[in-house]
């Protein structure tokens, strides 16, 4: 009876441990910041990396947006590509530990969004879905900018 209480005391320890560590890893590197957002905290060059990214989300959504409006589904396809999962392997390996899993999710469905745009080109050739696919992929930019802001490290 005794041992039996001793290892649910020791379960609960365990659970308060693994919780704490799953924590730590899934918050990211952020602080809370002034505008009532949270500032994810990166080196110069990782925020420059991201800012980089983000240009190329406004182009390709842009691009997007200019080859609907003419039916040129090829450019549409080339536009939401350039913003897909592929393009994802240009990101660092050390931005998946800063990064809270929350904004981690939320960029990988924008990119998802993209590819899905890609498709819908391909397949329905239809200019009024592709622009209302992308701007379903835009509620994720703003989703993201109203709660996270990218900030320089100082030393
Ligand atoms: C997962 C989060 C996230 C998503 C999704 C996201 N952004 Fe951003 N974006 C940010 C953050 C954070 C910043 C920096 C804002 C700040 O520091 O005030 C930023 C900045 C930008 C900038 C400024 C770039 C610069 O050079 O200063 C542009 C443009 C931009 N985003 C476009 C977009 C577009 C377009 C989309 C959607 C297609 C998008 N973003 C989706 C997080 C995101």
């Given at each position: 009876m005794k041992n039996c209480k001793l290892s649910w005391i020791l379960v609960a320890v365990l659970a308060i441990v693994v919780a704490a560590l799953g924590y730590k890893f899934t918050v990211g590197n952020v602080q809370p910041s002034d505008d009532g957002r949270q500032a994810v905290m990166l080196s110069k060059d990782e925020?420059?990396?991201?800012?980089?990214?983000?240009?190329?989300?406004?182009?390709?959504?842009?691009?997007?947006l200019a080859a609907a409006s003419e039916k040129d589904f090829d450019a549409v396809i080339k536009s939401a590509q350039a913003s897909g999962m592929q393009a994802e392997a240009d990101t660092p390996g050390s931005?998946?530990?800063?990064?809270?899993?929350?904004m981690k999710a939320l960029g990988f469905d924008t990119r998802r969004k993209f590819d899905d745009i890609a498709v819908e080109a391909a397949k329905s050739k239809d200019s009024s879905l592709v622009v209302k696919k992308l701007s379903m992929a835009m509620n994720n930019c703003i989703a993201c900018h109203e709660m996270y802001r990218f900030v320089e490290e100082t030393k």
């Amino acid at each position: 009876m005794k041992n039996c209480k001793l290892s649910w005391i020791l379960v609960a320890v365990l659970a308060i441990v693994v919780a704490a560590l799953g924590y730590k890893f899934t918050v990211g590197n952020v602080q809370p910041s002034d505008d009532g957002r949270q500032a994810v905290m990166l080196s110069k060059d990782e925020r420059n990396t991201l800012l980089l990214e983000m240009r190329v989300w406004l182009q390709s959504s842009q691009g997007i947006l200019a080859a609907a409006s003419e039916k040129d589904f090829d450019a549409v396809i080339k536009s939401a590509q350039a913003s897909g999962m592929q393009a994802e392997a240009d990101t660092p390996g050390s931005l998946f530990r800063k990064i809270p899993v929350e904004m981690k999710a939320l960029g990988f469905d924008t990119r998802r969004k993209f590819d899905d745009i890609a498709v819908e080109a391909a397949k329905s050739k239809d200019s009024s879905l592709v622009v209302k696919k992308l701007s379903m992929a835009m509620n994720n930019c703003i989703a993201c900018h109203e709660m996270y802001r990218f900030v320089e490290e100082t030393k």
